[in-house]
């Protein structure tokens, strides 16, 4: 892959690169992230929209990410990256259920073209063993459980579920998947509040950074609750346009901030590779 080019770089002053050479060609510079605070996991989403903030086309078959960027290479090369960096993989029932089911939601899953540099740099550099914990977030429990990530060895998935999802669970035989763990959390209405969920991220599976792949329901439960501290965002150089009949989310549905409520970030890098942005933003703090 040609290398992204930097335009911007703000983050913070560093002793040291921590991404290997190879990487760091390829992502036109460092990757860090803050320390661990010992409160709640560091939480990083990553989305692709298009120029009019449009994040699936809710078209059958092409919904995805990927109709979004065009498949864009360097996207996918940054996704893998920040799979490679953290500890969890967190994303909800709606994208599951419209990502191809042989997907497994590890680094070389999305860029298999630099899986061995996502490894070295995984085990030499950041000291993680395996492959990120995918947690799965599903209030009802209606999930395929014929999916590959339920039946790949080395994954690990963790369902998080109400009582009744996990019953549901239960019934369709999720206690016989060998590395599928389901945890059932107390709901209202069927939803779990995202903060029980990072506490036992934490307390139990040790968890202390969490990629949030979304979708926009289960982000937007996540920045209602004030739980997301960076998005990486790939802005995708197409408009998809949408009408009230057939809406097409942005990265954040089911909430809706009041101006003087609504997050602000700032701006820590900015990124580039043909008509392609790739930002990286961090919330300001007291927002
Ligand atoms: N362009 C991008 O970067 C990008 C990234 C991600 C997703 N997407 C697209 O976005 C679309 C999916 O988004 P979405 O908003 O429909 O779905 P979603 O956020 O992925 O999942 C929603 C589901 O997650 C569960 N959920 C969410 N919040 C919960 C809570 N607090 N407690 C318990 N369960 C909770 C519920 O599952 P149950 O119904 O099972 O209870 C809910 O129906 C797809 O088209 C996907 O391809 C695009």
């Known amino acids: 892959m040609e290398p992204v080019r930097t335009l911007i770089d703000l983050q913070d002053a560093s002793p040291g690169?921590?991404?290997?050479?190879?990487?760091?060609?390829?992502?036109?510079?460092?990757?860090?992230?803050?320390?661990?605070?010992?409160?709640r996991?560091?939480?990083?989403?990553?989305?692709?929209?298009?120029?009019?903030?449009?994040?699936?086309?809710?078209?059958?078959?092409?919904?995805g990410g990927g109709t979004i960027s065009g498949s864009d290479e360097a996207d996918r090369f940054i996704m893998g990256l920040l799979r490679a960096s953290v500890d969890a993989v967190v994303v909800g029932a709606g994208t599951v259920h419209e990502v191809t089911p042989t997907h497994l939601w590890i680094a070389e899953s999305i860029y298999p073209e630099t899986k061995d540099l996502y490894t070295g740099y995984?085990?030499?550099?950041?000291?993680?063993?395996?492959y990120p914990l995918l947690v799965i977030v599903s209030g009802s429990g209606g999930l395929d459980l014929g999916r590959a990530i339920f039946h790949t060895p080395g994954t690990r998935v963790l369902i998080v579920t109400t009582e009744s999802g996990k019953h549901r669970l239960a019934?369709?035989?999720?206690?016989?998947?060998?590395?599928?763990?389901?945890a059932a959390l107390d709901d209202t209405g069927g939803l779990i509040d995202p903060s029980t969920i990072l506490a036992l991220l934490r307390d139990e599976f040790g968890v202390r950074i969490v990629l949030h792949e979304g979708g926009a329901t289960l982000f937007?439960?996540?920045?209602?609750?004030?739980?997301v501290d960076e998005v990486f965002l790939t802005l995708a150089p197409q408009i998809?346009?949408?009408?009230?009949?057939?809406?097409?989310?942005?990265?954040v549905a089911a909430v809706e901030f009041r101006p003087e409520t609504a997050p602000w970030f700032h701006l820590v890098s900015a990124k580039q590779r043909g008509g392609h942005l790739y930002l990286r933003y961090r919330v300001k703090s007291g927002t």
Do not use: W
């Open 17 to 39: 690169p921590l991404l290997p050479d190879e990487l760091r060609i390829l992502y036109g510079g460092d990757l860090r992230f803050p320390a661990f605070s010992g409160e």
């Open 41 to 63: 996991p560091y939480v990083v989403g990553n989305f692709v929209s298009t120029l009019d903030g449009v994040i699936s086309f809710k078209v059958p078959g092409q919904s």
């Open 122 to 130: 995984r085990r030499t550099a950041l000291r993680k063993a395996g």
């Open 171 to 182: 019934s369709i035989g999720a206690k016989t998947l060998d590395s599928t763990e389901v």
């Open 220 to 227: 937007g439960c996540f920045m209602a609750h004030g739980l």
């Open 240 to 251: 998809a346009g949408r009408t009230a009949e057939r809406p097409r989310p942005g990265m």
